[in-house]
């Protein structure tokens, strides 16, 4: 994976004291089911969905990106990891253009509560894979 883009601090407190909060939502009423970061100060947000019933499918990616406000975009990660509190999002182009040009994406996120930061990472490598 290369070299993180987007640093945040080494806490869950971004540098302007925000909080990046991770949580997995599961929306029967919308069709989707999402993991959202979210920055508790901006309202900034990362959000990973995929439609439910999930569709199967070998050509094409079926799981989208937005910022919350943008338009789903289709697929979009190169690849991710977490370390720790840490999670790191490689982005194709088109994907880091949305996410204001940052091929990386790397934050700090703490869970909502009653979940878990491994709850999350298994939710976002279900939605990728």
């Not at 945040?8 to 919308?30: N, P, Q």
């Not at 900034?44 to 989208?64: G, K, M, W």
């Amino acid at each position: 994976m290369p070299k993180p883009a987007v640093e945040a601090t080494a806490s869950a407190r971004c540098d302007d004291g925000s909080v990046i909060v991770a949580s997995y939502d599961r929306l029967e009423r919308h069709g989707i089911e999402a993991v959202v970061f979210l920055d508790t100060e901006s309202g900034e947000c990362f959000q990973i969905q995929r439609d439910l019933p999930a569709p199967v499918t070998d050509s094409a990616p079926t799981y989208h990106l937005t910022t919350g406000v943008s338009s789903p975009l289709a697929g979009g990660i190169v690849d991710w990891r977490r370390v720790d509190d840490r999670f790191e999002f490689a982005l194709t182009p088109r994907a880091a253009r949305i996410f204001g040009g940052a091929d990386v994406l790397s934050f700090v996120a703490e869970p909502t509560d009653g979940m878990t930061l491994e709850d999350i990472a298994d939710h976002v490598e279900r939605l990728v894979r």
